[in-house]
């Protein structure tokens, strides 16, 4: 597609399940990112994936979080034993990776999960 | 932290007025972006400003950096009910790893 694909829109689980959020990025793009937005709040870094380097995880608020980056493309956000705390808008954004700086860092971002957790 | 920092947080002003935000960081910066986000959802970029540069601008959008406040401010011209939106600005560090993003203004423009 044209633009940063995340799956699902909305999701709502119960407290304890896992859940599993799905970013397809934009053709090319060697870097990926994931942030949590609570309410009305700035954006959380939560990782961040270039290229075949060892992914960035030192925004992962806790070891129930991870995420994978199959063949360098779509990415997967995985939260084990859902807490409320972890209700939030999970953003996922690409760009075309680390360079000389300027226009290759702007990042591409999807329109999020909307994650509620009961 | 390195994060940005928005001022004000909201701003409420009639159509056709100008709007400035602020945004305040904390180390040095490789460039400084400018965001918008309308409901909640995903974020588009408006403008990049590199380090090096002193002043931005991209149709009726303004933005300056003064790296020695460790500042930028975002200016709208003649603003638009359309612009209604919260607008986050991001600084990208040498590092070029992570970026940081500020709590944002949430501009409303009056009809």
């Given at each position: 597609?044209?633009?940063?694909?995340?799956?699902?829109s909305?999701?709502?689980?119960?407290?304890?399940?896992?859940?599993?959020?799905?970013?397809?990025?934009?053709?090319?793009?060697?870097?990926?990112?994931?942030?949590?937005?609570s309410?009305?709040q700035?954006?959380?870094?939560?990782?961040?994936?270039?290229?075949?380097?060892?992914?960035?995880?030192?925004?992962?608020?806790s070891?129930?979080?991870?995420?994978?980056?199959?063949?360098?493309?779509v990415s997967?956000?995985?939260?084990?034993?859902?807490?409320?705390?972890?209700?939030?808008?999970?953003?996922?954004?690409?760009?075309?990776?680390?360079?000389?700086?300027?226009?290759?860092?702007?990042?591409?971002?999807?329109?999020g999960?909307?994650?509620?957790?009961? | 932290?390195?994060?940005?920092?928005?001022?004000?947080?909201?701003l409420?002003?009639?159509?056709?007025?100008?709007?400035?935000?602020?945004?305040?960081?904390?180390?040095?910066?490789?460039?400084?972006q400018?965001?918008?986000?309308?409901?909640?959802?995903?974020?588009?970029?408006l403008?990049?400003?590199?380090?090096?540069?002193?002043?931005?601008?991209?149709?009726?959008?303004?933005?300056?950096?003064?790296?020695?406040?460790?500042?930028?401010?975002?200016?709208?011209t003649?603003?638009?009910?359309?612009?209604?939106?919260s607008?986050?600005?991001a600084?990208?560090?040498?590092?070029?790893?992570?970026?940081?993003?500020?709590?944002?203004?949430?501009?409303?423009?009056?009809?």
């Amino acid at each position: 597609g044209a633009g940063v694909s995340q799956s699902p829109s909305n999701k709502v689980t119960e407290k304890g399940k896992d859940v599993e959020l799905r970013c397809d990025p934009i053709s090319g793009h060697t870097a990926l990112y994931w942030y949590r937005q609570s309410l009305g709040q700035g954006l959380e870094f939560l990782i961040y994936f270039q290229g075949n380097s060892a992914p960035d995880k030192s925004g992962l608020p806790s070891d129930r979080f991870s995420a994978e980056r199959t063949g360098g493309s779509v990415s997967t956000l995985t939260i084990q034993r859902t807490q409320q705390e972890d209700s939030a808008v999970y953003l996922c954004a690409s760009s075309f990776g680390v360079g000389a700086g300027g226009p290759r860092n702007i990042q591409y971002f999807g329109a999020g999960t909307r994650l509620s957790v009961l | 932290s390195q994060q940005g920092e928005e001022d004000p947080q909201a701003l409420s002003i009639q159509e056709g007025e100008n709007a400035t935000m602020n945004c305040s960081y904390k180390t040095s910066i490789n460039n400084l972006q400018w965001y918008r986000q309308n409901s909640g959802r995903g974020l588009v970029h408006l403008i990049l400003i590199r380090s090096n540069e002193r002043e931005k601008h991209s149709g009726r959008l303004r933005v300056t950096l003064d790296t020695s406040k460790k500042s930028s401010s975002l200016l709208i011209t003649a603003s638009r009910a359309a612009d209604t939106a919260s607008y986050f600005c991001a600084t990208g560090g040498y590092n070029f790893n992570k970026f940081y993003f500020g709590s944002g203004t949430k501009l409303n423009v009056k009809p």
